[in-house]
């Protein structure tokens, strides 16, 4: 019999869980400048989130470990992003990790998120192809935070 194929295995997981979090839930915001973290942060410090801006995605496998965070939020139009090793990144961190990308309309990273989404399982994924308003960020917060059993979440 042949076997059905089956999706590239991601890098091994941390042998700590994610959700074990001992400090403040983070919010990983990748992106060139800390305009968004800085935008975001009233809304962060009300749901009990600290956002913690990175420039790239260079050694994002280990900023995962370190951070722990509750979700990824990728400015993907703000930064030279490559999209694909940050959900390969995701995906051997926890493939149940939140990700929103926010990007213009490009057909290649679109074709990016969506091989690596596949590829690796992911479970949580969303691209968004226009600006990111109040209601976004806070559904995509929410439902992090209830994910991972942390922050002041609440459904309103």
């Known amino acids: 019999l042949l076997e059905s194929p089956t999706a590239v295995e991601a890098p091994a997981s941390p042998a700590v869980a994610p959700t074990d979090y ?14 968004v973290s800085l935008a975001i942060d009233e809304v962060c410090t009300f749901l009990g989130i600290r956002a913690e801006p990175v420039e790239d995605t260079v050694g994002i496998a280990q900023t995962l470990h370190e951070l722990r965070p509750i979700a990824v939020l990728v400015i ?19 493939r149940n ?6 990007t213009d309309d490009r057909g290649s990273v679109r074709g990016a998120v969506h091989a690596a989404h596949k ?8 691209h968004l ?13 929410f439902r992090a935070g209830r994910n991972s059993g942390t922050g002041r979440m609440m459904p309103i």
């Open 97 to 102: 990790l939140p990700v929103l990308i926010v």
């Open 76 to 94: 993907a139009d703000e930064i030279d992003c490559a999209v694909y090793d940050l959900l390969m990144a995701v995906g051997g961190f926890d």
């Open 119 to 126: 590829l690796w399982q992911l479970t949580d994924v969303i």
């Open 129 to 141: 192809t226009r600006n990111i308003d109040t209601r976004d960020l806070i559904d995509f917060l």
């Open 22 to 35: 001992k400090e403040e839930p983070v919010l990983v915001v990748v992106e060139k400048t800390a305009s």
